[in-house]
């Protein structure tokens, strides 16, 4: 007959201890995301007041039509690169956390497929005669499975990145044309 291998308690309690491990890293990862996103919003808020401040007292300091144009032409360009700064910001940290989730995610797959071929090795192991052939199949398809995976999830992780990078380049030069026809 056919042996399954058992789990001691010694395996049951490594086994709930890397879950525990995974979990804890899955929130660091998304509490230093969120610290990323919160520091970036303080900055920014930071920067908002004291710009503020500025325009309120160059507005004061406005004293005709000629010189509130002049004041909303120097002002809106800026503005357009600090609003394209936060977003590009922003894009990094959302990336940044994106990268460390599918990192942990990637390394959970590999811990997997890694039990799983050990397994079917001692399912080999323990086969009846006759058997092994089949299970060995079977821990083949799981390898070239995995390393499938592993190729595509690298090509989409290059491929989102590219994307990604294009729409805000592109978003960034949109922005800049508008500014530049706006002023002309």
């Given at each position: ?33 969120v ?79 890694k ?45 989102a ?6 729409a ?8 800049k ?8």
């Amino acid at each position: 007959m056919f042996n399954v291998p058992q789990f001691n308690a010694a395996q049951f309690a490594e086994a709930n201890q890397a879950g525990l491990e995974k979990s804890l890293r899955l929130s660091q990862i998304a509490l230093s995301g969120v610290e990323r996103l919160v520091a970036l919003q303080m900055g920014v808020a930071r920067e908002l007041l004291s710009e503020h401040a500025q325009t309120t007292k160059a507005l004061a300091e406005v004293k005709d039509v000629q010189g509130l144009v002049a004041l909303q032409r120097q002002l809106a360009q800026p503005s357009v690169d600090k609003t394209l700064d936060v977003a590009r910001s922003v894009f990094d940290a959302a990336s940044a956390t994106q990268h460390e989730l599918s990192k942990l995610i990637e390394e959970q797959v590999l811990t997997f497929n890694k039990n799983l071929i050990s397994t079917l090795d001692q399912a080999i192991d323990s086969a009846p005669n006759g058997t092994g052939a089949a299970v060995s199949v079977l821990r083949n398809a799981v390898e070239s499975a995995a390393s499938t995976y592993d190729s595509v999830a690298k090509t989409t992780q290059k491929l989102a990145s590219d994307f990604a990078q294009a729409a805000v380049n592109g978003a960034e030069q949109t922005a800049k044309a508008a500014v530049r026809r706006k002023s002309a």
